[in-house]
Nanobody, 123 residues
Framework: QVQLVESGGGLVQAGGSLRLSCAAS????????MGWFRQAPGKEREFVAA????????YYADSVKGRFTISRDNAKNTVYLQMNSLKYEDTAVYYC????????????????WGQGTQVTVSS
């Protein structure tokens, strides 16, 4: 069983930055592919970014490419999402997710989910 706990959400003005963190339980964090998803009110959950087990490869949704950066620290069992140049439309609950075994960055089926953290961008 993998437990994921997100933190770092909050209220920020458009153009600002936030860094989300997701702490994972377990001693095999380095074997998980990790991803970030988000869900805005009235919309379906959508993929944001993914990172492979070593952290050497990443994949982004077009809507965040160039503005968001996903990274991980396997020694700390933590994955991050640095969000810059935030826009009003980035407002959503952000979820971190783990995929184990890993099926590749383009596979968006994840086994474990955190409880989410709210990000609100004011225009």
């Amino acid at each position: 069983q993998v437990q994921l706990v997100e933190s770092g959400g909050g209220l920020v003005q458009a153009g600002g930055s936030l860094r989300l963190s997701c702490a994972a339980s377990g001693r095999t964090f380095s074997s998980y592919q990790m991803g970030w998803f988000r869900q805005a009110p009235g919309k379906e959950r959508e993929f944001v970014a993914a990172i492979n087990r070593s952290g050497g490869n990443t994949y982004y949704a077009d809507s965040v490419k160039g503005r968001f950066t996903i990274s991980r620290d396997n020694a700390k069992n933590t994955v991050y999402l640095q969000m810059n140049s935030l826009k009003y439309e980035d407002t959503a609950v952000y979820y971190c997710a783990a995929q184990t075994p890993s099926y590749g960055l383009y596979n968006k089926r994840y086994n474990y989910w955190g409880q989410g953290t709210q990000v609100t961008v004011s225009s």
